[in-house]
Every structure is written in C-alpha cells, then in structure tokens.
C-alpha cells in the first residue's frame, strides 16, 4: 500500500523513506508541514512487527508535530523520524551517522531531537553529519539539552490545571493519579506530584523500574494491563499512543485523562467516545509540549531556560482555552483542539 493511501496520510508534504545497507540503517523521515517553519520534530528508535506500522506511526507523529508546534506558538512546522530496529533492538554509531546524513539531504526542511529509544548521547552522533538537530548538549541555563525533563514540567502543571478544571482544586494533595509509563516523562510526573502528595498508582512494562520508583515515591504498582481500569482522579498515559479505543475507553474509572504520551486517540471517534463518558481530556499535543519547546527554541537560538520555563506556564492556559470552548459549543475537547491547529497552519 503506497504512503498516501494510508489512512493517517494527511496530505503530507513528503514522507521520506532511507535504506543504507552498509550501517543497516532503515528509516522514514514524515514532513506534515512546513507551513509556519522547518518541520520539527524527534526521532524514534523502535522495532515494529510490520514495517507499515513504522510509516502509519511516522505520519500520525508529524501530524501531532504540526499541531503541537502551532499551539505552541513555535515558527516551526512538524515532522517525525523513525529508525525501524530490528528484535535485538541494535543501534550503532554507523547507524546513527547514516541517519544524520539522511536529515542533511533534506536541506533542512526538518529538525530532529530525541524521542523514544534515542538519547542525547545518540542525538550528539547524528549531530556530527549535519547541523539540523536539536536536544543536544548545552551550558547551565541555557535552552536545550534533553527534553525528557521539560516536557514532564509542562504534563505536570497541565495535569493541575485538569484537577482545578474537574475537582475545583489544583491542591494535589491526596489526589489519586495512575499513571502509565514512568520513563523521563512519567517518572518525572510521578516525582513531581510525590512532592504534592498525591496518591499514586505507576505501571511500566518494566516492571523493575515501576517497582523502584514506586518504592522511592511511597506509590502502588499494578500490572500494565491493568492500569487503565484503576479507580482514580485522574488517568495519566506516559507511555505509546494509541491506547484510548473503543475497547479501552469503557474501561476507565475515571473523570480525567491528562498525560504526556502521543496520540492517545486511536481513532478521531475516540474523542467523541472520551466526551460522551464525561471524561475531560487534555490533548496530548499541547499538554505535552514542554520538550519541543525546549529545543525549539535552542535550535533557533531564541532565549534561555528562563524562556523555556515562562513558555511551558502557558500549557494550562492553552488547556482552559480549549476546554472553554469545549463547554461552550459542546464538541469534544481533541476536536476543538485539532480545530484551533489547523486553522494556525492554514488547513482550517
């Protein structure tokens, strides 16, 4: 099936698609748009039993790119690499190179970071064969560096917005979140509202990690599988989209899912499907811009962490917009969202 006739192609610009046999490097670098700048966005590292998925997953991400890029107020456009790994997941610096030199022949029309299996360290070698990346690196108080840590401030003050939205308080204490996923950004999250004392339920597919945070932090941990249906405050994906489905959904026990994993939604259907249960969502795009805003505004070299931080305050501003309007004309909070993006990037 060619690249257009998947269903999450949405009049991309360019999906880029690179083999280099002497690294092995396999890899799809998605333009959405450039609209309102370069496309930016980070690079996956991820094997996928289908390579199809791989393109579906590299389209869904640069769509979101745009969109977070736009509410976000950033003169960047959005775009997504992925590096398809094999089993073992093997990844080498030859790899990484040959994906640098793939960015390069873009000539710019798109900027990477980390994402997913790619740390600062891996961005640094793809840096060494062009100049079109961002997250690496930087100097005390400066914009940049990795973007894990940001984009967890950013999930954490849009989470407190949605509790002062649904509970009429922002005073987490005693507050229950579970959380799925606790990486950077989920174990960021959870430390962040430890020091709240909120109640905490944490699951993570390794379960080692969800075990010792939970110890660190006083939380409960419930198997993967199991997190989604926890009787709680607030619901918190930190981990791979697509988990809020038709199947999913009616298993919630809970009045708000804020979280700071990509494309939540399975399908646009599910938003109406979140609405119709009452549940207030924060879409993933803008809650979770804290990181890209970090590098953004590293690689364009336009402030310092002072800016960064003063940027990722206006996450719950953005959020209260987007539910006000939701409340006003009934339509759910992702749609009302994806409605504000597109008419910024000029695709109202």
């Known amino acids: 099936m060619a690249a257009w006739d998947l269903a999450d192609f949405d009049d991309h610009e360019g999906v880029h698609l690179f083999r280099d046999r002497a690294s092995g490097l396999t890899a799809v670098i998605a333009i959405h748009s450039t609209a309102l700048g370069p496309a930016a966005g980070g690079v996956r590292f991820w ?3 289908d390579r199809t998925d791989a393109v579906t997953d590299a389209l869904r991400l640069s769509r979101g790119m745009s969109y977070k890029n736009a509410m976000a107020g950033l003169p960047m456009g959005g775009g997504k690499g992925v ?3 094999d ?6 610096p030859e790899m990484l190179k040959a994906f640098g030199r793939a960015i390069d022949s873009l000539g710019g029309r798109y900027v990477t970071a980390e994402d997913v299996g790619i740390s600062e360290a891996d961005v640094g070698i793809i840096g060494s064969e062009t100049g079109f990346v961002s997250g690496l690196p930087v100097g005390e108080g400066a914009a940049g560096g990795d973007p894990g840590p940001v984009t967890a401030r950013g999930v954490y003050l ?4 949605a509790a002062l939205e649904a509970l009429g308080t922002d005073d987490m204490a005693g507050v229950h979140v579970a959380i799925q996923g606790v990486g950077s950004v989920g174990g960021g999250l959870a430390r962040h509202l430890a020091r709240d004392g909120a109640k905490l339920t944490l699951a993570d597919v390794n379960a080692d990690r969800a075990k010792a945070l939970a110890a660190e932090l006083g939380a409960q941990v419930v198997a993967t599988e199991a997190i989604i249906g926890v009787e709680a405050d607030i619901f918190s994906p930190n981990a791979l989209g697509a988990i809020l489905n038709e199947h999913s ?5 809970t009045g708000v899912v804020a979280g700071g994993a990509n494309n939540q939604l399975a399908t646009p259907a ?18 979770n811009a804290g990181g890209i805003i970090n590098v953004a505004l590293e690689y364009l070299g336009q402030g310092d962490r002072a800016e960064v931080d003063a940027r990722v305050a206006q996450i719950p501003e953005r959020l ?9 004309n009934g339509r759910p909070a992702a749609d009302v969202a994806d409605a504000m993006a597109q008419r910024l990037i000029g695709r109202a």
Not at 249 to 253: A, C, D, E, G, K
């Open 47 to 49: 094997h996928y039993a």
């Open 83 to 85: 590096i398809l790994a």
């Open 320 to 328: 209260r917009a987007i539910w006000a309007e939701s409340a006003a």
């Open 158 to 161: 849009g989470v407190r917005a």
């Open 249 to 253: 959904i009616p298993l919630l026990r």
């Open 270 to 287: 599910d938003a109406a499907r979140l609405h119709g249960r009452g549940i207030l969502y924060a879409p993933d795009y803008v809650i």
């Open 87 to 92: 089993a073992a997941r093997t990844k080498t």
